[in-house]
């Protein structure tokens, strides 16, 4: 540590304002007047490093201060000046006269090596005595081990076989949501997410879960609900941070701040607060709206007891990052019933059915479908509005765009089309992948939506060689791209799926007809193919596909239609459902 702010901490911590006997008190001040008078006349009376002293003085302990202290006089190399090193020097050996100024300049002295490691770019650098990297992140505050020993024994008792009760969280956390009473399932994800965070019997080092899903899903509910369910038992505390936009990023880990920091400089509050995150002190940390793998690498502890849950339409993570993967699906149907019931007492459990099935049991579609039913339940019955909700352009009907909606449990749009549009709004046209996966989409709009999609059959919509390797990879990173958006599903074996509020989106979105042309042809050229080798049972698996395709195109009453109806017909036919070829 260099030896001006060694001089005047150690004179503020030994209470040379204040309480310091009046043993040595006159020579000690003397100098110390002398060091701030040293300081103004070569830099001026309204330099920083005078301020900061000034700061210093009205709370001598505050970490915050002592770390801008030592900051301003790095950057001004005040350290190169002979005459303030030279009565920063007559200070020193004022305080070593004194029983209380040695200790002071012993206590701090090992603050002070605390407060100067740090790091700043890809490589390493010693300057004056501080390695810096990035924010110049401080070694993290010590942790009375008494202290430390609590914390980990409170987090040792956080359930994983039940779903504690909500309760009050940490003194100093941050997190802007409060829970919400209509939250219904997800029994099994929150004990997942609670086995995941909590561990084994070792101290974990950051880990990471991440709750994925489509827009709409629930990801940032699911993460509120465990905020204040499990949140109590993370000592250090809860810390929401929204990662939506990078480049307020900075201040969301600024506002993380202990009490006594809040007035310092934002670059230093983010340097405490990244500081006291690599401590072993359990916290939870929440990145919600995560998009971005660097944004997690960039602000995630590189160690510490800190646990991450993020949340986020991204479905794929590098493997490198080592974190925990929660795909969130729609809600089961009696969750879907029993949310709407909550919303609405006028619906019946069959009502209740009905519609959770015409939304496909997305919680976003349900909430607001039960609060325009519990606002409008005079002038709309249950059943009609059921009749409604079976109109193509569903999306458009007033209790998905927010009618009767005024509070959003997690700030986020009552709107279904307006979710889907945010992540339709980030494929770029002129992007040679996101280009592709506009097309790609529309063709899987085409077909059956909430039903697995044999991954050939989409890929035959596509006009392209299998002899054309780099197509191929376009393809497949054009496919992880609407899955990371949140626009599909891709499953394990391969096969898509996509909801049907989605499909319905794509379709109002861009009428398409040449995917529409695409995909009946793939359909068509598939269909006949099975139907020739005489063994039908191939075809039952995508038949609902064929289904979708063949009603759409009779509507128009052409060659193509009717090439599709005989091929429906002919193959309904041969599974002996004689019935349900006749219209065909």
């Given amino acids: 540590m260099d030896p ?6 150690a004179a503020a911590s030994a209470g040379i304002t204040s309480g310091m006997s009046a043993v040595g008190k006159e020579t000690i001040l003397d100098a110390y007047k002398s060091i701030k008078n040293a300081i103004q006349l070569r830099f001026g009376k309204d330099n920083n490093i005078s301020k900061s002293i000034t700061d210093l003085e009205a709370n001598p302990e505050s970490r915050g201060s002592q770390l801008l202290l030592a900051e301003h006089i790095a950057t001004a190399e005040a350290n190169q000046d002979p005459d303030v090193l030279k009565v920063a020097q007559k200070l020193t050996e004022a305080l070593q006269s004194i029983e209380t100024g040695r200790k002071a300049i012993a206590k701090f002295q090992v603050d002070a090596r605390n407060i100067q490691v740090g790091i700043k770019g890809d490589h390493v650098h010693v300057e004056g005595g501080i390695n810096y990297r990035n924010y110049n992140i401080p070694l993290p505050p010590k942790i009375a081990p008494e202290e430390l020993n609590r914390a980990l024994n409170k987090l040792e008792s956080l359930p994983t076989d039940q779903i504690p009760e909500i309760n009050t969280l940490p003194s100093s956390s941050r997190m802007p949501f409060i829970p919400n009473h209509l939250f219904v399932g997800r029994q099994q994800d929150l004990i997942q997410i609670a086995k995941a965070l909590k561990g084994g019997q070792t101290v974990a080092i950051s880990q990471i879960v991440v709750a994925t899903g489509m827009g709409g899903i629930g990801k940032t509910q699911l993460a509120c609900e465990f905020v204040h369910r499990y949140g109590q038992y993370f000592a250090g505390g809860v810390y929401w941070l929204n990662l939506e936009n990078s480049k307020a990023v900075p201040a969301e880990v600024a506002a993380c701040s202990r009490p006594g920091e809040e007035g310092l400089e934002p670059q230093t509050q983010i340097r405490l607060v990244l500081s006291t995150w690599q401590s072993a002190m359990p916290r939870l940390l929440v990145f919600d709206n ?18 991450i849950l993020v949340t986020s339409r991204k479905s ?22 029993s949310l709407l019931k909550q919303l609405s007492k006028s619906i019946s459990t069959d009502e209740a059915v009905k519609i959770a099935e015409e939304l496909g049991d997305l919680p976003l579609a ?19 509005y059921l009749c409604q909700l079976k109109d193509e352009t569903l999306l458009d009907h007033p209790s998905l765009t927010g009618r009767g909606s005024n509070f959003s449990p997690t700030g986020h749009e009552l709107h279904v089309a307006r979710t889907f549009a945010l992540s339709y709004g980030k494929l770029n046209a002129d992007d040679s992948v996101d280009e592709l996966a506009m097309h790609i989409l529309a063709r899987t709009a085409c077909l059956a939506s909430g039903i697995s999609i044999p991954r050939d059959l989409l890929l035959n919509t596509m006009d392209y060689s299998e002899d054309n390797f780099e197509t ?52 068509l050229t598939e269909a006949r193919q099975i139907n020739s080798t005489g063994c039908p049972s191939s075809l039952l698996s995508w038949q609902p596909h064929l289904r979708m395709v063949t009603d759409r195109a009779l509507k128009r009453g052409d060659e193509r239609g009717a090439d599709l109806s005989s091929a429906l017909g002919y193959h309904l036919h041969s599974i002996g459902d004689y019935e349900g070829a006749r219209p065909y």
Wanted: negative net charge; contains cysteine.
């Fill in 290 to 307: 995560c998009e971005d793998t660097e944004l997690l690498s960039k602000w995630r502890p590189p160690t510490g007891g800190c646990r």
């Fill in 366 to 384: 349900l909430h607001l479908a039960g609060s325009f039913l519990c606002e409008y339940g005079k002038v709309i019955s249950p059943a009609d």
């Fill in 316 to 337: 794929k993570w590098d493997q490198a990052l080592n974190v925990d993967l929660l795909p969130l699906g729609v809600l089961a149907r009696n969750e879907s019933v």
């Fill in 472 to 523: 191929t990879l376009q393809i497949e990173d054009a496919l992880k791209r609407l899955g990371n958006l949140g626009f599909m599903e891709i499953e394990q074996e391969g096969s898509i799926v996509m909801h049907r509020l989605v499909a319905s989106f794509v379709q109002n979105l861009q009428r398409d007809s040449e995917a529409q042309a695409a995909t009946e042809l793939a359909v």
């Fill in 4 to 9: 001006i702010s060694t001089a005047i901490i």
